[in-house]
């Protein structure tokens, strides 16, 4: 079974600062992908940013950039110029890329980012 | 423009009731699911529904009945709800395999 490790259950960061998310999974899929979400205080989840395994080309969706690193299965979350609004749980999350079958999120346990002014 | 939404918001209840939570999506996904988010912040997946076919239905107690009228809409029926019932429930959504879209949240609370 296919399973996603945050081992920081929290982080915190100085505003304007640059911060590394970890995120870890296991698979034994050859074609998937990953996300991050944001969970902020509000609840509601926000997609930050998607990689496909396939892609050797990181991610990046402004201020947000990833480090996949397929071999060791490792996809990290880089927020640079951190804001107060960056707040929030931030949860890694796996997808296998099957047809018609499972197209199930496995989420990590999540990370508490607090940014402090 | 709400893309998925919930209702209600939150949701408070005493042990044994029934109780519906119900989600629709107008972005034109085909595919629909439902998660719980426990005490703890884990989110697992529920139930996953393909052009109103369910497609997974994870270890869920049978008190727990998803309904899928139509692909925009995917209702989940909770009979004789129990404490271990409360959690937030997401609804999401998402065109076959691409990226889900999850929906504000229901806060469920068994009494």
């Known amino acids: 079974a296919q399973t996603v490790t945050q081992s920081q259950p929290e982080m915190s960061v100085q505003e304007a600062e640059t911060v590394t998310l970890s995120c870890t999974y296991d698979?034994?899929?050859?074609?998937?992908?990953l996300f991050w979400y944001k969970q902020p205080p509000s609840r509601q989840m926000i997609l930050v940013i998607r990689?496909?395994?396939?892609?050797?080309q990181n991610a990046t969706e402004n201020r947000f950039s990833v480090n996949f690193q397929k071999a060791a299965k490792s996809f990290s979350l880089k927020i640079s110029d951190s804001q107060l609004g960056d707040a929030a749980m931030y949860f890694c999350?796996?997808?296998?890329?099957?047809?018609?079958?499972?197209?199930?999120?496995?989420f990590g346990k999540g990370t508490k980012l607090t940014v402090n002014p | 423009d709400t893309a998925v939404s919930q209702t209600p918001k939150y949701l408070v209840t005493q042990m044994g009731n029934d109780k519906s939570i119900k989600c629709e999506q107008n972005?034109?996904?085909?595919?629909m699911y439902w998660y719980k988010q426990d005490s703890k912040k884990f989110l697992k997946i529920m139930f996953s529904?393909?052009?109103?076919?369910?497609?997974i239905n994870e270890t869920v107690p049978n008190r727990f009945s998803p309904k899928s009228p139509d692909k925009a809409h995917l209702n989940l029926h909770i009979n004789s709800l129990e404490l271990g019932d409360s959690a937030v429930y997401f609804c999401?959504?998402?065109?076959?395999?691409?990226?889900?879209?999850f929906g504000p949240g229901t806060r469920l609370t068994v009494l």
């Open positions: 972005l034109g996904h085909d595919t």
């Open positions: 999350a796996y997808r296998p890329h099957t047809q018609g079958g499972s197209e199930k999120l496995v």
């Open positions: 698979t034994s899929e050859s074609d998937y992908y």
């Open positions: 990689q496909e395994a396939y892609k050797q």
């Open positions: 529904y393909n052009n109103k076919e369910l497609i």
């Open positions: 999401a959504s998402s065109r076959h395999t691409d990226t889900q879209y």
